[in-house]
């Protein structure tokens, strides 16, 4: 069965930094295309950053260009997303997501992470 398990998260200060990583398991991680969703409260659930099984294509919102990196370890079947510069409008529960496509939609991924919460204080 498989299983993707976020960690990283936690408290951060505005202008700070953080590492997600998401741990998967039981599928063949690199036959998978995998993104970074993110819901903060009261809001709905919205692409972060997604990274393709293959080819090195990347694609992130326009309000996350560059600040945050997505980046895959295929060797050990986990995803990362560095958040740097990070503000108080990046709080939220980020997600992890298995799919075949790496586009910001989230009905292309179809295995999902329980998510981990970050908080940006100002």
């Known amino acids: 069965q498989a299983q993707l398990v976020e960690s990283g998260g936690g408290l951060a200060q505005a202008g700070g930094s953080l590492r997600l990583s998401c741990a998967v398991s039981g599928l063949t991680f690199s036959n998978y295309a995998m993104a970074w969703f993110r819901q903060a409260p009261g809001k709905e659930r919205e692409f972060v950053a997604a990274?393709?099984?293959?080819?090195?294509?990347?694609e992130y919102a326009d309000d996350v260009k560059g600040r945050f990196t997505i980046s895959r370890d295929n060797a050990k079947s986990t995803l990362y997303l560095q958040m740097n510069n990070l503000k108080p409008d990046d709080t939220a529960v980020y997600y992890c997501a298995a799919g075949w496509v790496a586009v910001p939609r989230m009905n292309a991924y179809d295995i999902w992470g329980q998510g981990t919460q970050v908080t940006v204080s100002s």
């Open positions: 990274a393709a099984w293959i080819g090195g294509s990347i």
